[in-house]
């Protein structure tokens, strides 16, 4: 399990509990060999560092929450990304219907359409290999091949 540094969870509660029994373990020792004079002494040293630990668990989480909008260095070091590219919704819808739909069916007519507005207006030219070869509309395959061939010419 990794550490989550940025919230308190049950884990967080149950290393207290262990970090608590831990202390006790080494605490009980040390006040029954002072006696009784001394016990309470040994307690509020031992109080004393188990808040230390709380105190110090709280403060990390403090710290990473107050740093949520700033960068850590690991994402300062990581090179940026370019802008997005603005997609045709359409496009994307063609792509999302190939991928969940047959290989072998033909495309939606108002798919096609638009495939075939997107040759006129970036002017390019199907090359014969890249043609439906049937006469109505492509099939899914067909307008995959076509869709890369405008990506790769414009």
């Given at each position: 399990?990794?550490?989550?540094?940025?919230?308190?969870?049950?884990?967080?509660?149950?290393?207290?509990?262990?970090?608590?029994?831990?202390?006790?373990?080494?605490?009980?020792?040390?006040?029954?060999?002072?006696?009784?004079?001394?016990?309470?002494?040994?307690?509020?040293?031992?109080?004393?560092?188990?808040?230390?630990?709380?105190?110090?668990?709280?403060?990390?989480?403090?710290?990473?929450?107050?740093?949520?909008?700033?960068?850590?260095?690991?994402?300062?070091?990581?090179?940026?990304?370019?802008?997005?590219?603005?997609?045709?919704?359409?496009?994307?819808?063609?792509?999302?219907?190939?991928?969940?739909?047959?290989?072998?069916?033909?495309?939606?007519?108002?798919?096609?359409?638009?495939?075939?507005?997107?040759?006129?207006?970036?002017?390019?030219?199907?090359?014969?290999?890249?043609?439906?070869?049937?006469?109505?509309?492509p099939t899914w395959r067909e307008a995959e091949r076509i869709v890369r061939f405008?990506?790769?010419?414009?």
């Open positions: 399990m990794e550490p989550t540094p940025d919230r308190i969870t049950w884990v967080t509660i149950v290393g207290w509990l262990m970090l608590a029994g831990v202390i006790a373990m080494v605490a009980v020792p040390i006040g029954l060999w002072v006696g009784p004079g001394g016990q309470p002494v040994v307690a509020r040293i031992a109080v004393a560092i188990f808040c230390i630990g709380i105190v110090y668990r709280l403060g990390v989480v403090i710290r990473h929450a107050v740093m949520v909008d700033q960068l850590s260095p690991a994402e300062a070091a990581m090179p940026r990304q370019a802008a997005s590219v603005a997609t045709d919704p359409v496009l994307a819808g063609l792509v999302r219907e190939v991928r969940w739909h047959a290989m072998w069916g033909a495309v939606a007519p108002a798919l096609w359409a638009r495939l075939q507005q997107l040759c006129r207006q970036r002017g390019a030219v199907l090359p014969a290999e890249l043609l439906p070869r049937t006469a109505d509309r405008l990506e790769e010419t414009t």
